[in-house]
């Protein structure tokens, strides 16, 4: 029998991530909410105004006004977890996200050697991670920021968030405005019928039909994540390692792309437990 582990590659209906960014009164909101069944995390109180109220309830929507990135993270693993109606995530937009939250960590760890940039790249890459595996559509707005080259030379916009915010995405976007009608220009695509550098006139139902309908609008599914019970039995076997313990953790994270042990699935938990066990178990 083969010890290999590559598997033959197939099909799947993988949920759609977009990250899209553009000047103020570009739009970013107005296309973001337009997918179906949008759970809008508004970070800085741009959904209350009437117009985008009514498109999300007309859509079958929520709107939570959250800004605070634990409070985020929450809201993704309860996302995860609970069997709810909607089908896309909005986070509208990251950039205030981003900002305060590096705000806060200049006060919690310091600046000292850019610690604050430091730990902020660790919390975003365990966002990235619980996102990349919600059963949802993902779709994050940004402000915009100007992008230069050798000798500061303007090669354009881009979008204004954590560095390497792009790399979940198979769709980034910039949004403008074009006398009466909004355009999506991407800047970078892994989707196949959507083509980095060929701009086309921004509506859902152009993505749908691009990108498949059925896929956009399916039912979300619900994962169960690690107990509270199971979490702590996880952790105490872990006190266990005494000064191995740090190298234990960090072995695990890795392993299982999870930005702490509360974001690992049930499964993922109840693996790494028995494996623990049986560790302690040949070393008494």
């Known amino acids: 029998m083969s010890n290999l582990r590559g598997k033959i590659p197939s099909v799947e209906d993988k949920r ?15 296309a973001a909410i337009q997918f179906p069944r949008p759970y809008v995390l508004d970070t800085e109180a741009g959904c209350v105004n009437d117009q985008y109220i009514r498109v999300i309830e007309s859509g079958g929507g ?10 985020i993270i929450t809201e993704i693993r309860t996302l995860m977890e609970e069997e709810h109606p909607y089908a896309t995530l909005v986070i509208d937009p990251i950039t205030t996200v981003n900002d305060m939250l590096l705000d806060r960590l200049k006060e919690e760890v310091g600046t000292d050697y850019g ?15 619980l996102l990349a595996r919600l059963d949802m559509n993902v779709v994050v707005t940004a402000h915009h920021k100007n992008q230069y080259g050798d000798g500061m030379t303007l090669l354009g916009k881009t979008f204004d968030g954590p560095k390497n915010l792009d790399y979940l995405f198979d769709l980034v976007m910039e949004i403008q405005i074009r006398g009466d009608e909004r355009w999506a ?3 970078k695509s892994r989707v196949e019928r959507i083509r980095q550098g060929e701009p086309f006139l921004f509506s859902y139902n152009t993505i749908a039909e691009r990108y498949g309908r059925e896929v956009l609008e399916r039912q979300a599914k619900a994962q169960e994540l690690v107990s509270a019970e199971r979490l702590a039995v996880w952790e105490q076997l872990l006190m266990k390692f005494g000064t191995r313990e740090a190298d234990f953790r960090r072995k695990i994270l890795a392993k299982f792309d999870i930005g702490e042990l509360a974001d690992a699935s049930a499964e993922v938990a109840e693996k790494s437990i028995a494996k623990l066990t049986k560790i302690l178990e040949t070393e008494k």
């Open 16 to 30: 759609f991530k977009v990250l899209m960014f553009g000047v103020a009164g570009a739009g970013k909101t107005t």
């Open 62 to 71: 929520a709107i939570a006004p959250i800004v605070v990135f634990d409070d």
């Open 115 to 129: 610690a604050h940039y430091t730990e902020a790249k660790r919390k975003f890459k365990q966002m990235m991670s």
């Open 185 to 187: 220009i991407p800047v």
